[in-house]
T-cell receptor, first 115, second 113 residues
């Protein structure tokens, strides 16, 4: 596909469970970002990958959150021991090479609901 | 502090009229980028327009233009000839050397016939 894709589009889980959210960036884009958007707010940065490595993970709220990008393409955001406060839309974005002047292209998001 | 402020929670505009959505930013970095995104009810963030801090001219993309006033630290989005399909949330964002985007809280635009 031409754009960023994310799966699943919706995820409902119970408090304490483990979830994985997947992001498939635009082909050839080396930079990949994860953001979290709570209801009524703008997206908030979680983590940035340049290739396979996490260049900036300063936005991850705590050690229950982890993300990987083992082959420099698809990324998985992993949340352990989910809490109700983790309910949000998780957005993934990619850009050709990264940097403040490059447009980030977003996927449709995964809506996570923790019961 | 690095921050984006959007002071208009909601705006209304009649079809075919122009509308301005306000955005002010705060940063001490000399180099930054300013972006506007549209988020319809489907949830996807759609890129609209970009302005670099060193750009001399205001950016334009079709019906979208960015009124960049560096001294005032404002980057307002102007939508001309509004269409019903323009109804959505609009977010202003700033890109810095840290690569991440900092977003405002958004403005909900409603276009009525």
């Amino acid at each position: 596909g031409a754009g960023v894709s994310q799966t699943p589009s919706n995820k409902v889980t119970e408090k304490g469970k483990y979830v994985e959210l997947r992001c498939d960036p635009i082909s050839g884009h080396t930079a990949l970002y994860w953001y979290r958007q709570s209801l009524g707010q703008g997206p908030e940065f979680l983590i940035y990958f340049q290739g396979t490595g996490a260049a900036d993970d300063s936005g991850l709220p705590n050690d229950r959150f982890f993300a990987v990008r083992p082959e420099g393409s698809v990324s998985t955001l992993k949340i352990q021991r989910t809490e109700r406060g983790d309910s949000a839309v998780y957005l993934c974005a990619s850009s050709p090479a990264g940097g403040p002047y490059e447009t980030q292209y977003f996927g449709p998001g995964t809506r996570l609901l923790v019961l | 502090a690095q921050k984006i402020t959007q002071t208009q929670p909601g705006m209304f505009v009649q079809e075919k009229e122009a509308v301005t959505l306000d955005c002010t930013y705060d940063t001490s970095d000399p180099s930054y980028g300013l972006f506007w995104y549209k988020q319809p009810s489907s949830g996807e963030m759609i890129f609209l327009i970009y302005q670099g801090s060193y750009d001399q001219q205001n950016a334009t993309e079709g019906r979208y233009s960015l009124n960049f006033q560096k001294a005032r630290k404002s980057a307002n989005l102007v939508i001309s000839a509004s269409q019903l399909g323009d109804s959505a949330m609009y977010f202003c964002a700033m890109g810095l050397n840290t690569d991440k985007l900092i977003f405002g809280t958004g403005t909900r635009l409603q276009v009525f016939p």
